[in-house]
């Protein structure tokens, strides 16, 4: 993956696969901890693009979206936060306190998506300290965007119905275009050091590489072809 210039400046690169993709579905499977994402429809040598959030940080979200470069919308379920144990390790996730958020959550950050589930009913599937199945639906020109995490709907999007500031659904079109290539966003920024401190992430200074100390990822019977980044698995396949 390489690793951010200049050192430790808090911003995330990004792994772009050679090729574009219109309407397609892609399952990944994320490590923790992480401040990532998966973009969708970016552009090859620009950050624009559609970016499903994996932020495991303090007020983060997973399954939710934010606009890359395009009116930098942020709609998500849910906000989250750590669960720690008395001697303050990370032993799992809980809903974001407001009287200690560092971005709040409102019922205007959830309303415009299309569906949606509960804190309750995500916790109830995520797997603490395991692989999790993400599969991503992204198909229309001004697509609407369908997340899953071990099947069930997490969060749904349609931007050309999406009423936001700065928001254009036309931006989609001209700028993005109907296809984009993916992107897979660098999960170890300063930005995730500062959100989510404490004895399993005391620091990060920047994306390197993380192959060599990584798990392995569990064995995937299905046959599908896939390949590994920064612990990550994805597959990707196009939607008739």
């Given at each position: ?28 499977r ?41 009116g ?96 254009d ?5 001209s ?8 992107a ?57």
């Open positions: 993956m390489g690793r951010q210039s200049p050192r430790g400046s808090g911003y995330g690169g990004y792994l772009v696969s050679d090729r574009p993709f219109g309407d397609f579905e892609l399952d990944a994320a490590d923790w901890p992480a401040d990532t994402g998966i973009m969708l429809r970016r552009r090859p040598d620009t950050w624009e693009g559609i970016q499903v959030l994996f932020d495991y940080r303090q007020s983060g979200s997973i399954g939710g979206f934010y606009g890359n470069g395009i930098a919308f942020h709609v998500v379920p849910f906000a989250i936060d750590a669960k720690r144990d008395e001697e303050g390790r990370v032993i799992g996730l809980k809903l974001d306190d407001p009287a200690t958020s560092v971005e709040p959550f409102t019922p205007a950050k959830r309303e415009p998506l299309s569906a949606a589930c509960t804190f309750e009913e995500f916790e109830a599937i995520w797997r603490w300290e395991d692989w999790n199945h993400f599969s991503i639906r992204c198909v229309g020109d001004c697509p609407t965007v369908t997340v899953r995490i071990n099947g069930l709907l997490v969060a749904e999007l349609d931007l050309a119905r999406l009423k936001a500031e700065n928001f659904p036309q931006v989609i079109m700028t993005l275009g109907t296809q984009g290539h993916i897979f966003e660098d999960p170890t920024t300063t930005l995730a050091s500062g959100r989510l401190a404490g004895p399993q992430m005391p620091h990060a200074d920047g994306a390197t590489c993380r192959s060599e100390s990584c798990p392995e990822p569990p064995e995937d019977n299905s046959g599908r072809a896939g390949h590994v980044v920064a612990s990550r698995h994805a597959c990707v396949k196009h939607v008739e």
